[in-house]
Structure formats: C-alpha cells, structure tokens
Nanobody, 123 residues
Framework: QVQLVESGGGLVQTGGSLRLSCAAS????????MGWFRQSTGKERDIVAA????????YYADSVKGRFTISRDNAKNTVYLQMNSLKPEDTAVYYC????????????????WGQGTQVTVSS
C-alpha cells in the first residue's frame, strides 16, 4: 500500500502562485506514474496534470496549460505542482495520485490517492 501526503495548499489572491508537494511512501517511487487532480464543490474530480515514471512525458488539462508545471524528484519520492497566475476557478481540493503500472499520461486511472489539500484563490 502506498501512502501519499499532499502539502502546500492555502489561500492566495488572483494572480498569485502556490507549489503543491506530494510525498510518497514507496521506495519504488521512480517506477510510478504520478498525477494531480482537483475537485471543486459540486463538480467531479478532474485531472490537472500528470507525469510519467521517468519524467519524460507530461500532460496538462487545457485549463492549466502555460500556468501549471508538474515535476518530480525521484530522490525525494516527491511530485510537485507549481501553480502560477492562479484564478478563482482554480479553487478546489487538489489530490495527488499514483499508479504502479506505467501507462500513457492521458490515462486517468490511478491506484493510490492522497487525502487532498485545499487551494483557495480569492478574487
């Protein structure tokens, strides 16, 4: 069982930045695909960004392209989501996800989930 712990959420003004982190408990982190999802009140959970186990492939939802960057540090078992130029519509609970079997970054099926971290962007 893999545990994922997100951190870095908070309250920020429109146009501000936040960096989310997700620490994974597995020693095999470097073989896991990782993703970030978000869910706002009354809406389904949607993928925001994904990164392959090697870091060589990434995916971004159209709504965040050019503003968010996903990255990973396999030595620290951590994946990051740098969020710039934040907008009120980015307000949501952000979840980290992992899967042990590598697949295309556009595939949104994941095996393990974190507890989520709240991001609130004020206008």
């Amino acid at each position: 069982q893999v545990q994922l712990v997100e951190s870095g959420g908070g309250l920020v003004q429109t146009g501000g930045s936040l960096r989310l982190s997700c620490a994974a408990s597995t020693r095999a982190f470097s073989t896991y695909d990782m993703g970030w999802f978000r869910q706002s009140t009354g809406k389904e959970r949607d993928i925001v960004a994904a990164i392959s186990w090697s870091g060589g492939s990434t995916y971004y939802a159209d709504s965040v392209k050019g503003r968010f960057t996903i990255s990973r540090d396999n030595a620290k078992n951590t994946v990051y989501l740098q969020m710039n130029s934040l907008k009120p519509e980015d307000t949501a609970v952000y979840y980290c996800a992992a899967r042990s079997r590598p697949r295309s970054v556009v595939v949104t099926s994941y095996d393990y989930w974190g507890q989520g971290t709240q991001v609130t962007v004020s206008s």
